[in-house]
């Protein structure tokens, strides 16, 4: 193998202000010898210190990927929030945090160790960030092995020190739960939701954009409400299980889970986190219309989730609502089988983060209307997909539990 055996990231990050002007800092070392490999000082504008320090996590994985592929990666951060949430110890509560995490998570090389240590051995990349924060450096520099001040190879702090509070923790960091590490299943009575898309509508059949509240939103038609019919047949032997359905307000998700409802003989709820994305100025055109009329947008779509349609939301946007609601409803049905009926985008999200899968995921996901997915949440955190996108030739494994 060419290049070092194993890599250290040092890295930090901080806000003046918190939030306020930010900037992030990062090294990538020689484990074996300490030698300086790369290091990077960035500004990112305004943020708060743990987004800061989020961003210099990706910027040292990002280095290693450069200069080391094929090392062994040790990450160390005097950030207990970061160290934590990344070792899979605490839960992400944060909607700022999640996606920066599933980035880091995407990264990160298989058996990547994180490593809290005190403030004063993580200077090298606490100095990085205050030089691009006062205007010194800018990006990434290679250190042509230069020797660490520092051994790289001296002995971490024990994990359960705690830091140094110079700065007040953020509401996310100060109410933090342990939870087991990463593993195969999990403990306690799962959280299951049974995961229904809506059926069709004159949009859907027509493949044409059709979003959420603030969108045209056609009803059923009478082949979705078909299809619906045949769903909640379906599903009817669970009805002794199932304590809920959970729907969307959007209109076809309302008629269709109203269906479901009635033949399982469970009340309907409302959830707002599960409507369907909004698409603005796009809402009612099919795509080869989207790709005439507003053409260049369309491509930056579709090339990020951080960009929304304008008068539409982003994937990113969306993530942080389903998210939100997705806790809602795992609080309120702990322990129980509900389910819940939804759109496309929401139902990707919903899959992307039971898997732990970046956010650019969904666009290597299909869903067919009127499909049933399942995903169990255990009280410990972790999530086990048991069904994706099953239809008709799946019923009868459905029926019978095996999933």
């Known amino acids: 193998m060419s290049g070092p055996r194993s890599v250290l990231i040092e890295a ?13 800092g ?17 500004t990112i504008g305004r943020a708060t210190n743990n987004v800061a320090e989020y961003r210099g996590l990706i910027a040292g994985l990002r280095l290693a990927a ?19 949430q990344m070792s899979g110890r605490w839960k992400i509560k944060h909607p700022d945090m999640r996606p920066l995490a599933v980035e880091a998570n995407g990264l990160a090389p298989f058996g990547t160790r994180y490593t809290w240590v005190p403030r004063e051995r993580n200077k090298h990349a606490d100095r990085l960030a205050n030089e691009a924060l006062d205007g010194t450096r800018d990006g990434v520099t290679v250190a042509g092995a230069e ?4 051994p790289a190879t001296e002995p971490a702090a024990e994990p359960t020190s705690e830091p140094a509070a110079t700065e007040p923790e953020t509401a996310d960091e100060a109410t933090q739960q342990p939870t087991p590490a990463r593993g195969w299943g999990g403990s306690g ?3 299951t939701l ?4 809506h059926g069709v509508t004159t949009h859907t059949t027509a493949k044409r954009f059709s979003g959420g509240l603030g969108g045209d939103n056609p009803p059923l038609s009478d082949e979705g409400r078909e299809q619906i019919r045949g769903a909640a047949e379906w599903l009817a032997p669970l009805a002794g299980q199932v304590a809920a359905v959970v729907a969307s307000p959007v209109r076809r998700t309302r008629e ?19 409507a369907e994305m909004e698409f603005g100025h796009w809402d009612g055109l099919g795509i080869d219309e989207v790709r005439e009329r507003h053409g260049a947008e369309l491509e930056a779509w579709l090339g990020s989730v951080d960009v929304a349609p304008e008068g539409g939301e982003s994937f990113r946007v969306v993530q942080d609502r389903v998210l939100a609601g997705l806790e809602r409803v795992l609080a309120d049905h702990a322990g129980r089988t509900v389910v819940v009926v939804s759109h496309v985008t929401p139902i990707k999200t919903v899959v992307a983060h ?15 209307p009127a499909s049933v997915t399942v995903v169990a949440w255990f009280p410990d955190g972790r999530a086990s997909l048991r069904l994706f996108n099953a239809t008709a030739p799946d019923r009868d494994a459905f029926t019978a539990g095996t999933w």
């Open 256 to 274: 269709s889970g109203e269906i479901v409802a009635e033949r399982l003989g469970v009340p309907l709820v409302e959830e707002p986190g599960f």
């Open 12 to 24: 930090d990050g901080g806000s003046r202000g918190n939030p306020g002007p930010a900037a992030y």
């Open 66 to 84: 450069a200069y080391a592929p094929d090392a062994d990666v040790e990450v160390r951060m005097d950030s207990k929030l970061v160290v934590e």
């Open 26 to 42: 990062a090294v990538l070392k020689d484990a074996d010898t300490g030698a300086v490999i790369a290091e990077d000082g960035t």
């Open 194 to 197: 049974v995961v229904l898309r």
């Open 189 to 191: 009575t799962p959280t």
């Open 354 to 368: 039971a898997l732990g899968a970046p956010l650019d995921s969904l666009f290597r996901m299909e869903l067919t």
């Open 147 to 150: 020797p660490a001040t520092e």
